[in-house]
């Protein structure tokens, strides 16, 4: 049986992923690294918790001596990274959380790998030829994007935000470990995630949210900030497809080609909470929707083209943005 490590596995998109493998594959091991801050809750790991194959381990990527007991402990072969500071809107009031979790926790784990995969630069370890390292990245690396056009794999990256400058600084160093020492790495890079399990301070589930509690909506700016909106469970088997059969040193990008902004999100969530659970005094939700002060720095439009994923790896979006949200505030009605 082959282990596994995930970084951030009780995270939004960390938790489906560790769920999805285990439920695909028999014969792997997760080994699932979560320091549960803010983002990650083992609530999401419910369905597990009678699951040998799954071994939770509370720490910080940042901790080096765990990490290396890790990989000596359970013979990690490959390494799914999802571990990061996320909230755009933390990272302009604590960037250094950032830096510290996004590019040297990035780097820890990364190096250590490389120590137990590798004897020398290009140098693989007897029977650790094809031990791989997979990191999960942002399309707001690529910085913003005008009225037209999509970020691609060649796009320079642009990031700003703390959060993106980090999670960009992050990229180049996984890059310069394929360039310096010949490791299998790959990387992917992905569009707005949305779906169960999200985090209760992103977009979607703040519109839930206090929609349900009959409080102001809150859109930062004019609410046309555009953004290609990624059902979860689409982007997991992508993230499995680039694991397996992903080309080393390779960046992908994963996007749902489901543009919208953030007032027509805002607008279809309230919608659907009409159809679902109507507000007591007989108005629409959308009459809650309030614009607030934007936020510093906040990019305009990005939009990914996933045509590389698309043909190389035979990757394909199961759902629309219709046909996801309807799923995602079922989900969270229910919960």
């Known amino acids: 049986m082959k282990s596994i490590l995930v970084t951030g596995g009780a995270g939004f998109i960390g938790s489906n992923f560790v769920n999805y493998i285990l439920d695909q594959d028999d014969d792997t091991q997760v080994v699932n690294l979560d320091a549960l801050t803010y983002a990650g809750e083992l609530n999401n790991l419910s369905e597990l918790k009678k699951n040998q194959r799954h071994i939770f381990v509370k720490g910080d990527i940042l901790d080096r001596p765990l990490v290396e007991r890790l990989f000596n402990e359970y013979g990690v072969s490959g390494v799914i990274h999802f571990a990061a500071e996320s909230h755009v809107d933390n990272s302009i009031s604590g960037p250094e959380a950032f830096i510290r979790t996004n590019v040297l926790g990035t780097f820890t784990v990364l190096d250590v790998a490389r120590r137990s995969w590798m004897d020398a630069p290009f140098q693989f370890k007897g029977g650790k030829e094809k031990n791989r390292f997979l990191h999960i990245s942002t399309d707001e690396v690529y910085g913003s994007l005008g009225e037209t056009g999509f970020f ?38 992905c569009s707005n995630n949305y779906g169960p399990k999200q985090n209760d301070e992103k977009l979607i589930p703040t519109i839930i949210r206090t929609a349900l509690a009959e409080k102001p909506i809150p859109i930062y700016g004019d609410g046309k900030n555009v953004r290609d909106w990624l059902y979860v469970m689409d982007h997991v088997r992508g993230i499995d497809l680039a694991f397996r059969n992903g080309r080393a040193g390779q960046t992908y990008n994963i996007g749902g080609r489901n543009e919208r902004n953030n007032n027509q999100i805002a607008a279809t969530v309230c919608r659907i909470l009409d159809q679902l659970r109507p507000r007591k005094n007989g108005r629409t939700y959308g009459e809650l929707i309030t614009h607030v002060q934007d936020r510093a720095g906040h990019d305009r439009r990005y939009a990914i083209d996933a045509t590389k994923m698309e043909t190389e790896l035979k990757w394909r979006a199961n759902e629309n943005f219709d046909s996801g949200i309807q799923k995602t505030v079922a989900w969270y009605l229910d919960r």
């Open 152 to 189: 691609t794999e060649e796009t320079p990256h642009a990031p700003n935000s703390p959060y993106s400058a980090s999670k960009a600084g992050s990229d180049m160093i996984v890059r310069s470990y394929f360039h310096t020492y010949g490791m299998n790495v790959v990387t992917t890079n």
